[in-house]
């Protein structure tokens, strides 16, 4: 396969197939359409990937693994799962200011406990399936390890929480045969670059449904102006959540129009708001924690645009960083942070909420019909339809 990049350290998987998307070159994440490619209309303006990585220094990678069809045998698949990898600054050590909240905890991300206490994220972040948690965790310290990530201190004692969440894949991928290893998870992590991001079936977002079709990876951003200075604010999300009815696309109602192409579940009971969404923010604008928590509070708006309103079943998990404050951390002596003011931080709660909702959107279209376990299959939103919901609304930007 082309897309097989890294086959040293996949040989002891080669009953596996496994895609490694690195970014760039990353042909999948361009030829795919966008949300706005098919003249949904959107507000903002956004950066010149219109992702996550608009914020500079901040990477994506992603390992994903496509394994086997037909009927579930654990263990054995079918797979259809992955991780995905940030880097907020990167591979230097330079922990961000950050701050979490969580809609409804029927989730997981861990490391978030030091994050509230300590004010930082020292590590980073990657999300995958709920059952692969424990794994990819260990990854992360290892990975952490072999690359000498924490070199500045490396000669004192060291500590580290990494950052790992998870949304329930287990619609289609064999969630409990474990199939993502410790190398799955290194390989998103050396896979991370800035540019353009894949989004739909890949890393951690492969197996996932979102409103009813098929769900996973997305993201998007904004540039703001604040007085004299320009910020960018970046979104990224495992979109794993809602319900077709309450489906929305520009304020028209395309889960009422569209009630045809449900999943189609051979085993199983799915719950009307089955899953989780994790969203992660990024902004290069000088924030501080408390003032990053408030970005994370803004998320479930734009969750909510799009007709997602946290159901009991769902674990809806969202952190925020800045990668302003560089040098901000240190274990001796004092730091002077820059903090914006809090009456100047309208336009980037604006911006949070608008890049969530175009994350999701790019997350729906995006994403490709996917048969798994026992034969369920999700079925892709489909483009031209969407187009036509849209007309017919006068909602459509021609």
């Known amino acids: 396969m082309s897309l097989f990049k890294d086959v040293g350290r996949f040989a002891a998987?080669?009953?596996?197939?496994?895609?490694?998307?690195?970014?760039?070159?990353?042909?999948?994440?361009?030829?795919?359409?966008?949300?706005?490619?098919?003249?949904?209309?959107?507000?903002g303006t956004p950066g010149p990937w219109n992702a996550i990585t608009d914020v500079s220094g901040v990477e994506v990678g992603h390992a994903t693994i496509v394994e086997g069809e037909g009927p579930l045998r654990v263990g054995q698949g079918p797979a259809r799962t992955g991780v995905t990898a940030i880097l907020p600054r990167g591979r230097s050590f330079?922990?961000?200011?950050?701050?979490?909240?969580?809609?409804?905890?029927?989730?997981?991300?861990?490391?978030?406990?030091?994050?509230?206490?300590?004010?930082?994220?020292?590590?980073?972040?990657?999300?995958?399936?709920?059952?692969?948690?424990?794994?990819?965790?260990?990854?992360?310290?290892?990975?952490?390890?072999e690359h000498h990530y924490y070199s500045p201190i490396e000669a004192d004692f060291w500590f580290?929480?990494?950052?790992?969440?998870?949304?329930?894949?287990?619609?289609?991928?064999?969630?409990?045969?474990?199939?993502?290893?410790?190398?799955?998870?290194?390989?998103?992590?050396?896979?991370?670059?800035?540019?353009?991001?894949?989004?739909?079936?890949?890393?951690?977002?492969?197996?996932?449904?979102?409103?009813?079709?098929?769900?996973?990876?997305?993201?998007?951003?904004?540039?703001?102006?604040?007085?004299?200075s320009d910020f960018t604010v970046g979104v990224l999300v495992q979109a794993n959540?809602?319900?077709?009815?309450?489906?929305?696309?520009?304020?028209?109602?395309?889960?009422?129009?569209?009630?045809?192409?449900?999943?189609?579940?051979?085993?199983?009971?799915?719950?009307?708001?089955?899953?989780?969404?994790?969203?992660v923010v990024a902004t290069d604008a000088p924030l501080l924690p408390h003032q990053l928590e408030r970005l994370a509070h803004r998320v479930p708006l734009g969750i909510g645009r799009v007709g997602g309103y946290g159901g009991n079943s769902s674990g809806d998990i969202f952190l925020a960083f800045s990668t302003a404050n560089r040098g901000a951390f240190r274990r001796t002596g004092t730091s002077s942070p820059v903090m914006l003011s809090?009456?100047?931080?309208?336009?980037?709660?604006?911006?949070?909420?608008?890049?969530?909702?175009?994350?999701?959107?790019?997350?729906?279209?995006?994403?490709?019909?996917?048969?798994?376990i026992d034969g369920n299959t999700v079925y892709a939103l489909p483009h031209e339809r969407l187009r036509e919901v849209l007309r017919k609304y006068n909602r459509l930007r021609e």
Request: aromatic share 6%.
């Open 13 to 43: 998987l080669a009953v596996s197939l496994v895609f490694v998307l690195a970014l760039p070159p990353i042909a999948l994440g361009q030829a795919k359409p966008r949300a706005r490619d098919l003249g949904i209309p959107l507000k």
């Open 94 to 145: 330079d922990p961000v200011f950050a701050g979490w909240y969580t809609l409804n905890g029927n989730g997981e991300m861990t490391g978030t406990t030091w994050v509230k206490e300590s004010g930082f994220l020292e590590t980073p972040i990657l999300i995958t399936n709920t059952f692969s948690v424990g794994v990819v965790r260990d990854a992360a310290l290892a990975w952490m390890a």
């Open 160 to 228: 580290a929480y990494p950052l790992v969440a998870e949304t329930w894949d287990g619609v289609l991928n064999d969630v409990l045969g474990f199939h993502v290893t410790k190398d799955h998870a290194i390989s998103a992590l050396d896979a991370a670059r800035a540019g353009p991001v894949a989004e739909g079936n890949v890393g951690g977002g492969t197996g996932m449904v979102c409103h009813d079709f098929k769900g996973g990876i997305g993201t998007s951003s904004r540039r703001v102006r604040v007085e004299d």
């Open 241 to 279: 959540h809602g319900g077709r009815p309450g489906l929305t696309v520009a304020g028209v109602p395309v889960g009422q129009e569209l009630t045809d192409l449900m999943p189609v579940i051979q085993s199983g009971k799915p719950g009307a708001e089955r899953g989780s969404i994790i969203v």
């Open 342 to 372: 809090n009456d100047l931080i309208d336009p980037l709660f604006e911006a949070t909420v608008e890049s969530t909702e175009e994350a999701i959107l790019n997350v729906l279209v995006a994403a490709e019909t996917t048969t798994g």
